[in-house]
Structures are given as structure tokens and as C-alpha cells.
């Protein structure tokens, strides 16, 4: 590790990490290791910036000051008190600590906190007989602690509120999907903007906005007020804005995605967050019920996470899965779609075969997404022509395991435990080898003129702030 170069750790959810770990090896992010809900990395500030800002399956962006062994809560305060802490806060700014605990010594988190709190003010106070107030809403400088058994890592949070609040949702329906899982799903998905894409069941219009954002290689972050490290003592602002205002790696996009939705009041708040997003000339929006689904005219992917029964309540939820299957089997051939979903029973009314599975977790809810290729006549007859031809156009990867179920099977879902390492555990990324297109080429990015029509609802950063003051995020 270069002088300049430091560790960093991106959070994620259960069952992103390889998502994430692949995002952040084509940043160029080095020594990744994968680990539970994390991903641990190397490289400079710029890095970091490009983190926080690019990553589309990140939760926030740490960066470790001090690991320590501590046995119980004195030798926690001692370690930290010990900190040259005039390299990341003084008397004049606000603070906060966020405490993460899996410990048989620390059993309250809020105790472990506090602790640290102390150690922090006695040392201010000690030395300048003046303290730094402590801020609960975006503090000028937030910490986290994170104990497992003894081992602790005191980190910087450079991220601040968590990156799945990118800054252009308006408003929300009834458990609208989380930004960072619908990002997840559509990189697991393989697309990339190589055909249209298709949300049934968009709510308020998550997943066809994130499309939007990966097919036009748009950064998640230009939406934000701000990051954390934008309040550092050591924040570059000529650095942070050359990456804010640097849109070379944006794209063309020549399909179209489209987002259907039963209910006016969704189809009208996804109206309004696609607008705020800037993506309105890509995402088509209609009000219809999957139950009027027509078989698209161009080639599609569907990616949609319909109600599973828990958090979104609905009459007849079995007969919903049972209309979902008929649709795809009658008005979606010769496409892929994938389903986010949690019930094993709802999986078998769709009632065809799935070719991948994948476990994701949505909230505490461990869910499965679930792959199916819908084609006509029979499967054996498919997979041989498939075998024969190629796929010369858009084909999907499944990027995690694969588990083949006998009929009739039946899954419980409960809570997923990795046996194989602990939660401060990790393992060596190495990137995956994806399949390259049957005609042996990767096709290159287009080239475009920067003074693009697609980009002109985007503010200049210095406008940003003034501009996002009403966002509800």
C-alpha cells in the first residue's frame, strides 16, 4: 500500500457484495476483499471520492483510523483518548458516533458509543478546556465503532446519510424498493442498456430509474446535497468537483425502458421522481394492470419485484403470481424476465422453471431472485438451437449461485447463516470471467458529443445545493 493509499470498506446488503466488489474493481479500486455485508479495498482520496459517488450497490464508505483489541469498556475509552484527534475535529465542529456490536464483552451498543463520545470531549477538554458538541442530524464529523468480540475498528463515515438516498426521489409508495437492492438487481441481471427493459409493477419508479442511470452510465451521486468528507478538515474541493463535473464515461442509450403500474397515485409520484432524476426521455410510463401485459415488439428484459404479502398487502396474492406466470408464458417469448420475490408458494404458481437463483435479502426479508427464460415450444428443443446459433444479441449472466429444486419441492426461508466466515471476516475478491459475446467482440462504448440533449436537466454542482433544498430525501 502506496503512502497515499489507504484501506477503505464499502457496506452493502447480504448478498451484494460480489455486485459491489465488481463495481469497485472497474473503478480500479485494488487489494478487494470480500467479506458479510462489506467489501474492503484500497486506494487514495480520489478513490473515496469516486466511491461514494460512483457506486451504485454501496451503503457508505468507511475509512478505518484505528483497529485495537479491547476487553471491556475502559480499554475501549483509554484506546480512543489516545487518538490525535486534531487530525479529523476541533472544539468548532459538531460530531456523532454510530456503534456496530457483535460481542459477548458488549452487549449495548449505545453504552460502546457513549464511551467513545467521552473519550473524544475529555481529550478536547483536557487539552483546550473546550469540547466538540455532540449532533445526531448531520453532524459535521461522523464516526463509527465496530466491535466484534474484542477486535475494534474506529472508522470515519465518508458517506454521511446512506448512499441509496441519492437525492431524486420526490416521493414514495408503500414500501418502495431500496435504491441500492434495485441497482443490485439489474447488474445481477447482466443488462446494460443492450435492449429495452421492462418494469410491470413499478411503484414509484425505482427500478426503471436506476436502468436509466446504468444504461446512461450516469454516477448515482450527482443527485446528492453532499457527502460526508465535504465537511473534512482535509477535503480537496477542486478535486471533488473535477469528479462531479467530469461526465466523459456517460453514454448513448438507443432502447427504452418502461415502468406500468395498476394505481393512479404511483404512476403519478414515479412521474414526478423520473422527472427529478432527468431520465423522462428514456422511462415510458402507462397505467396498466400486468394483467393487460402485451408481448413487446422489441427485444426486452422484465426486472420487477411484485407484492410478496408482507409489507404490501393484496387480495388474492397466490392468484397475482398464478397471472404472472400466464402473462410471461403468453405475452413474453423469446425474452428474459426476472422476479424478486419471497413466498416459495408464490414462485410455484408462476409455474414455469427458473435458470438461476439467487438469495437476496430485501429489508429482514431473505427473498429469492429468480431468472426465467421464457421460450416457445420445447425447453430440450431451445437450449439445442441456443447451443447450435449462439446468442448474438442480449444475453443475461447470473452472477451468484445456482441451486437446482425437485418438483414439489418446498423451501423454508429463514434467516441465512454463513458458516464459512464471520462478520469481520474476509476473503479474497477475484474478478469473474463473464462470457464475451458469441462473435468473440466486446462492442465499444459510442462516442457522443458532451452537449448532449439527454443531459440538459442536469444542474452545474454549484447550483446543487440551492436547487435540491425542497427534495424530500
Not at 117 to 145: G, H, M, Q, T
Not at 166 to 182: D, I, K, T
Not at 320 to 326: A, R, T, W
Request: aromatic share 12%.
Amino acid at each position: 500500500m502506496s503512502e497515499q493509499s489507504f484501506e477503505m470498506i464499502a457496506k452493502t446488503f447480504q448478498g451484494l457484495e460480489e455486485t459491489l466488489a465488481q463495481e469497485l474493481t472497474s473503478l480500479g479500486a485494488n487489494e478487494i476483499q470480500i467479506g458479510r455485508r462489506m467489501v474492503s479495498f484500497c486506494g487514495d482520496k480520489e478513490m473515496m471520492y469516486k466511491a461514494n459517488f460512483c457506486l451504485r450497490t454501496a451503503i457508505r464508505i468507511l475509512k478505518p483510523i484505528k483497529q485495537f483489541v479491547a476487553k471491556n469498556a475502559d480499554e475501549v475509552y483509554e484506546q480512543i483518548k489516545a487518538i490525535h484527534w486534531e487530525d479529523y475535529l476541533d472544539v468548532d465542529k459538531t460530531f456523532a458516533v454510530d456503534a456496530v456490536v457483535f460481542s459477548e464483552e458488549f452487549r449495548h451498543s449505545k453504552f460502546v458509543s457513549y464511551k467513545v463520545k467521552d473519550a473524544i470531549a475529555d481529550y478536547f477538554r483536557d487539552a483546550y478546556n473546550k469540547r466538540p458538541s455532540v449532533r445526531i442530524n448531520k453532524p459535521d464529523v461522523l464516526l463509527n465503532i465496530h466491535i466484534a468480540e474484542t477486535k475494534c475498528t474506529l472508522s470515519l463515515d465518508s458517506s454521511g446519510e446512506s448512499l441509496h438516498r441519492r437525492g431524486y426521489r420526490q416521493e414514495a409508495v408503500e414500501a418502495p424498493l431500496n435504491e441500492v437492492l434495485a441497482a443490485g438487481m439489474i447488474l445481477m441481471s447482466g443488462w446494460r442498456g443492450e435492449c429495452d427493459l421492462i418494469d410491470p409493477m413499478c411503484g414509484s419508479g425505482t427500478i426503471p430509474i436506476e436502468a436509466a442511470l446504468i444504461a446512461r452510465n450516469i454516477a448515482p451521486g450527482v443527485f446528492r446535497k453532499e457527502f460526508a468528507f465535504e465537511k473534512w478538515i482535509d477535503f480537496d474541493q477542486e478535486l471533488f468537483d473535477k469528479i462531479y463535473n467530469d461526465d466523459s464515461q456517460e453514454r448513448e442509450f438507443a432502447h427504452k425502458i418502461y415502468g406500468y403500474d395498476n394505481n393512479p397515485k404511483a404512476n403519478e409520484i414515479a412521474t414526478h421522481n423520473i422527472k427529478a432524476a432527468g431520465v423522462s426521455k428514456d422511462v415510458t410510463l402507462k397505467l396498466q394492470p400486468f394483467q393487460q401485459f402485451e408481448q413487446p415488439k422489441e427485444k426486452a428484459v422484465i426486472i420487477t419485484n411484485p407484492p410478496y404479502g408482507e409489507r404490501i398487502s393484496t387480495n388474492d396474492l397466490l392468484g397475482l403470481y398464478s397471472m404472472i406466470g400466464e402473462r410471461l408464458k403468453h405475452a413474453f417469448t423469446g425474452n428474459t424476465a426476472w422476479i424478486l420475490s419471497y413466498r416459495e408458494e408464490c414462485f410455484d404458481q408462476i409455474g414455469l422453471k427458473p435458470t438461476a437463483k439467487i438469495p437476496l435479502f430485501n429489508g429482514a426479508l431473505e427473498c429469492e431472485f429468480r431468472k426465467y427464460e421464457i421460450f416457445d415450444g420445447k425447453y430440450k428443443e431451445y437450449k439445442k438451437q441456443e447451443s447450435e446459433e449462439g446468442d448474438k444479441e442480449y444475453r443475461p449472466y447470473a452472477s451468484r449461485e445456482r441451486r437446482e429444486f425437485k418438483p414439489g419441492e418446498k423451501r423454508e426461508f429463514k434467516p441465512r447463516e454463513r458458516r464459512d466466515f464471520k462478520s469481520d471476516d474476509k476473503r479474497e475478491f477475484k474478478p469473474r470471467e463473464y462470457r464475451k459475446p458469441a462473435d468473440g467482440e466486446w462492442k465499444p462504448k459510442r462516442e457522443f458529443n458532451r452537449e448532449r440533449e439527454f443531459n440538459k436537466d442536469r444542474k452545474p454542482r454549484e447550483f446543487r445545493k440551492r436547487d435540491n433544498e425542497h427534495n424530500n430525501d
